[in-house]
């Protein structure tokens, strides 16, 4: 068997400061993504040290270790201890404007989608949340949390809220492997067509940072949503988490209002 290939270092780093009031590592930063996106530095690219490339930009290296952390904090580089800064993996891309399963959306990108079960209760809906899936204040719902894993990473945590009354046994089947929409659709006969939701970006608390293995404060990217069936009747209140630094969320845009 070959050794696999060691990853290429950048030998070059062109650099040309800009007149202006933007800070210098903001800059350094700036011209670091344009050769990412460019593909001019590809998955796996090993940067020089720190020291190296302030001395071949001529700065110092707070400013370069500020410059880093920022494309690390997207997402974009990676840090290994004792081993240097690499360029990350590309981001995978979320439709914001489709309703997708995400375990289907995995797949179809040749990824390998997990779940582990962190909580599965039964309990009442706060008065906020009941007028959104038209129950009463009190109601008992199925609250789940789950880890997403891809390729054996997690990379998300999904909640949902479930009317318990309307889909009973909902928590007797096995949703480590089974698609909670799928179970839907299969046991229960409801298909969802359609979404409300939401995007904002927030940060990672002790807890949900230590489930998804990233740092406190790391990005993450909420999404809300409230899923209807085909009699437009909501089905699911959902509260995601993704991972900032392996996703990114993209729609299709309509024409400039006039």
Not at 26 to 34: E, Y
């Amino acid at each position: 068997m070959r050794p696999a290939p060691a990853p290429a270092e950048i030998t070059e780093y062109p650099f040309q400061r800009m007149e202006g009031s933007l800070p210098l590592y903001v800059q350094i930063a700036d011209s670091l993504l344009d050769r990412i996106e460019s593909g001019d530095l590809g998955p796996g690219d090993r940067l020089p040290p720190e020291r190296e490339l302030s001395d071949r930009l001529g700065v110092n290296r707070m400013t370069v270790r500020r410059a880093l952390r920022t494309l690390e904090d997207q997402g974009l580089l990676l840090r290994r201890q004792g081993d240097g800064t690499y360029v990350a993996e590309p981001k995978i891309e979320r439709q914001a404007g489709r309703l997708v399963s995400f375990t289907r959306g995995m797949q179809r990108r040749g990824l390998q989608p997990g779940a582990r079960l962190v909580s599965l209760e039964e309990r009442p809906i706060e008065a906020s949340l009941a007028r959104g899936l038209r129950l009463a204040v009190a109601a008992p719902v199925f609250d789940i949390l789950r880890l997403r894993l891809l390729n054996h990473e997690p990379v998300m945590l999904e909640r949902y809220l479930i009317s318990s009354a309307r889909y009973p046994g909902l928590d007797h089947f096995d949703l480590e492997a089974r698609s909670v929409y799928e179970v839907l659709e299969t046991e229960y006969g409801v298909s969802l067509r359609r979404a409300r939701q939401s995007l904002e970006p927030v940060v990672a608390g002790e807890f949900e940072a230590a489930l998804l293995g990233i740092r406190p404060g790391a990005p993450l990217m909420l999404e809300r949503r409230t899923a209807f069936d085909s009699h437009d009747e909501p089905v699911e209140h959902g509260r995601d988490l993704y991972r900032g630094d392996r996703f990114r969320f993209v729609t299709e845009i309509a024409p400039l209002e006039r």
